[in-house]
């Protein structure tokens, strides 16, 4: 596989230094890198696409290289921010180097060889180098006004005096030297792995254009003040926005994370089923390995009838299947089948408690005092009890019951009078009403 032509025709391709193609062309393994932030435990969906640059660059018969940040972490990348970062300290950041590197062997294949890969951390390198030391051998080659001139840099300082009426959001905070110093100390990590693995290529998104180029200038720079010629080459990979240009990578409660404990199966699943349908076409083109004759017979499916979502389907359970598992991929479509009227008591009692809040963390949610159900019957439950948010009445309520248009944990309500203490309660204390074909509220007992 040629790792250009695949990033082309996947929508995953920005740019490249000239050079690059043919370098990667040739027959031997070459190694190239991706730095990783550490400033949270878990990576997120904007970092996924991301690891599926090395994913491809391993793919193509080549050695990836996983950079963890543990020094350039603690000074922060000013590309697309406004203002200063907080800094962590190591504890913290160590723990979330271990987390990064358990969800990264998800993708990539550490096995020996010479295209297994590898995770570094640049604390390793950096903790020992002192400031006079790191000023003599690498700051003295790249000229403030070369790192001035990259835009990020450009950006933080042209909009530090701006007009004190702009909105706070508008007005950046200029730039420390601290974070004026990430593009050198990042352009240093492509000089050691260059030195030490042999490393001949850094990728990154489009927007690290700046930091990496640097890193490629300053092998050259250094390489020839040894008198040796070393190469170095740059690959850039699409930004993943939405149609509208927004970024990819939030939900409406926040940030979807690779960590089930921050963000569960069921929700990961949901976020890229409820994928909209002119961007579900490039999500699964990055986000999957599927070839293009398979999800270009998948689009076809597709556009004989959308209302199906067969593409997003496809793109969910492939992605979750490869963050998750298969088996919190299949609880995750269980649980998703459930809030559309499919399952029934068995299957919601299969769901443990966090993926049943998650399933009906969007409808009414009321409490009944436990002590309060042994004298309890349907109608009451459904009106008094629940203080008139289910039914306004105990007339209404009976009436529908008689209807048959009452359900309780997916069981029609047979009469009025049936006990409440009799009902089966999910993970010991949740009862899941449904009132209509689509009006559902969920009884908590306290």
Not at 44 to 67: D, E, K, S
Not at 186 to 214: E, P, R
Request: proline share 4%; glycine share 8%; charged share 20%.
């Amino acid at each position: 596989m040629d790792l250009i032509p695949e990033l082309t025709w996947r929508g995953m391709y920005h740019d490249a230094m000239p050079g690059t193609a043919e370098h990667l062309a040739t027959n031997a393994p070459i190694t190239g890198y991706i730095g990783f932030d550490p400033t949270a435990a878990s990576l997120h969906i904007g970092n996924l696409a991301t690891i599926m640059l090395l994913v491809h660059l391993q793919r193509a018969g080549h050695r990836p290289v996983a950079l963890v940040g543990g020094a350039t972490g603690m000074i922060g990348d000013p590309s697309g921010k406004s203002a200063e970062r907080n800094l962590l300290d190591e504890a913290t950041l160590r723990r979330n180097q271990e987390g990064i590197r358990a969800q990264l062997e998800k993708f990539l294949d550490f096995s020996e060889g010479p295209t297994g890969a590898l995770v570094v951390n640049n604390y390793d390198w950096f903790k020992d180098f002192g400031f006079l030391q790191f000023l003599r051998e690498v700051g003295k080659h790249l000229t403030v006004n070369y790192m001035m001139a990259k835009d990020s840099v450009k950006r933080r300082i042209g909009t530090a005096d701006a007009d004190a009426s702009d909105a706070p959001e508008q007005r950046a905070e200029g730039i420390s030297y601290t974070e004026f110093s990430y593009q050198l100390l990042q352009g240093y990590d492509f000089v050691h792995l260059n030195k030490t693995l042999g490393c001949t290529l850094q990728m990154g998104a489009s927007d690290q254009w700046g930091n990496i180029t640097t890193g490629t200038e300053l092998i050259r720079r250094l390489s020839s003040a040894e008198g040796r010629e070393a190469k170095a080459y740059a690959l850039t990979g699409q930004l993943i926005t939405k149609a509208d240009g927004t970024k990819y990578g939030k939900s409406e409660t926040g940030t979807v994370w690779l960590d089930p404990t921050l963000t569960s199966p069921y929700q990961f699943y949901q976020f890229f089923y409820n994928a909209a349908d002119v961007d579900a076409p490039r999500l699964i083109r990055v986000f999957t390995l599927l070839s293009e004759p398979e999800i270009l017979a998948l689009e076809a499916e597709h556009a004989q009838a959308p209302h199906l979502r067969v593409l997003q389907k496809a793109l969910a359970r492939d992605v979750t299947t490869r963050v998750h598992s298969a088996e919190a991929t299949e609880a995750a479509i269980a649980a998703s089948e459930v809030l559309f009227g499919k399952g029934d008591l068995a299957a919601l009692q299969a769901l443990d408690e966090a993926t049943l809040l998650d399933v009906f963390a969007g409808v009414p949610h009321v409490h009944v005092l436990r002590s309060d159900l042994a004298n309890l019957n349907a109608v009451s439950l459904l009106s008094d009890a629940t203080l008139h948010k289910i039914f306004p009445s105990k007339g209404e309520a009976k009436k529908m019951i008689q209807a048959g248009g009452v359900s309780i944990n997916r069981e029609k309500v047979a009469s009025p009078e049936t006990l409440a203490a009799a009902m089966p309660l999910l993970a010991g204390k949740y009862l899941v009403v449904q009132k209509g074909k689509k009006n559902y509220f969920l009884v908590e007992l306290m």
